[in-house]
């Protein structure tokens, strides 16, 4: 039986002779349906018409869809020299990008930010021998396609080892999350996904309940997002798509950002 991928949002459902009725994760109000309504697609089928793009996204390497699909997100990869990390994914694996991350090492763990961005994550860990899939406990409803590789973390924060923290940063979703990466000499790194939305110029970042559908969120979760950052070494800030990133003096476009945003929504 096929598993079936939402053309609206590349999430990748259990297998079933049919595909669901609705998407749920277009079905929320976080994200939407595409003005022809619900439409299904197969990972197979992806793989006859679309390509992988392969390449550096300022400091780090991406990988993505040629062609447009779904959400126009990226996958980055960390390599700390211990580990190496698969940030995010998207809704096709190629044997070509496969090939390429076995020829820098393999990928050790696979994490996500949040649910608009684990597509196909399964497919991913399977394809890269079965890693572990870090996704945070609170978002667990919206795991389409469950998997032994699907680990569910908790709390405020998970230690990876070698530099690398998962930091819980609810907002966009509960179980929001951004991947912090401190190397001993070198940037302070963090993999925001749209936890924290870049914005377009580049110089500020946002949290938002809806990005697409422009649905923010309050001062009580503005606060919260303070909060959990406070003390947080950040150089640079790298968003979900290509080029959407703040590269140096991330620090200060955080708090820059986020006080500006309390301001704009005070009474």
């Known amino acids: 039986m096929p598993h079936h991928l939402c053309t609206n949002c590349g999430t990748q459902y259990a297998d079933t002779d049919s595909p669901p009725t609705t998407c749920r994760v277009c079905a929320d109000d976080r994200q939407y349906l595409g003005r022809h309504g619900q439409q299904w697609t197969t990972h197979g089928a992806l793989l006859r018409?679309?390509?992988q793009r392969i390449e550096m996204d300022d400091h780090l390497l991406g990988i993505g869809i040629l062609e447009p699909f779904a959400i126009p997100q990226?996958?980055?990869?960390?390599?700390?020299?211990?580990?190496?990390?698969?940030?995010d994914c998207v809704s096709l694996v190629?044997?070509?990008?496969?090939?390429?991350l076995n020829g820098l090492g393999g990928i050790d763990a696979i994490a996500i930010s949040h649910?608009?961005?684990?597509?196909?994550?399964?497919?991913?860990?399977?394809?890269?021998?079965?890693?572990?899939?870090?996704?945070?406990?609170?978002?667990?409803?919206?795991?389409?396609?469950?998997?032994?590789?699907?680990?569910?973390?908790?709390?405020?924060?998970?230690?990876?080892?070698?530099d690398l923290r998962l930091v819980h940063c609810p907002g966009?979703?509960?179980?929001?999350?951004?991947?912090?990466?401190?190397?001993?000499?070198?940037?302070?790194?963090?993999?925001?996904?749209?936890?924290?939305?870049?914005?377009?110029?580049?110089?500020?970042?946002?949290?938002?309940h809806s990005?697409?559908?422009?649905?923010?969120?309050?001062?009580?979760?503005?606060?919260?997002?303070?909060?959990r950052l406070t003390g947080l070494a950040i150089d640079d800030v790298y968003?979900?798509?290509?080029?959407?990133?703040?590269?140096?003096?991330?620090?200060?476009?955080?708090d820059e950002s986020l006080d500006r945003y309390l301001r704009a929504i005070a009474a």
């Open 239 to 254: 968003g979900f798509t290509w080029g959407l990133n703040v590269i140096g003096d991330g620090r200060r476009a955080v």
């Open 115 to 162: 649910p608009h961005f684990y597509s196909s994550m399964v497919e991913w860990s399977r394809a890269l021998g079965d890693v572990p899939i870090h996704v945070h406990e609170a978002d667990t409803a919206w795991i389409a396609r469950t998997s032994p590789n699907v680990r569910r973390w908790h709390g405020d924060d998970l230690d990876l080892g070698v």
């Open 211 to 227: 990005v697409p559908n422009h649905v923010p969120v309050g001062p009580a979760v503005i606060r919260d997002v303070q909060r």
């Open 172 to 208: 966009h979703f509960p179980g929001s999350a951004l991947l912090h990466w401190t190397p001993p000499q070198g940037r302070a790194v963090v993999l925001a996904g749209d936890s924290l939305h870049v914005a377009a110029d580049r110089r500020h970042v946002s949290v938002m």
């Open 49 to 51: 018409t679309h390509h």
């Open 94 to 100: 190629t044997p070509e990008a496969v090939d390429t």
């Open 74 to 87: 990226r996958s980055l990869v960390v390599r700390t020299g211990a580990m190496n990390v698969l940030w």
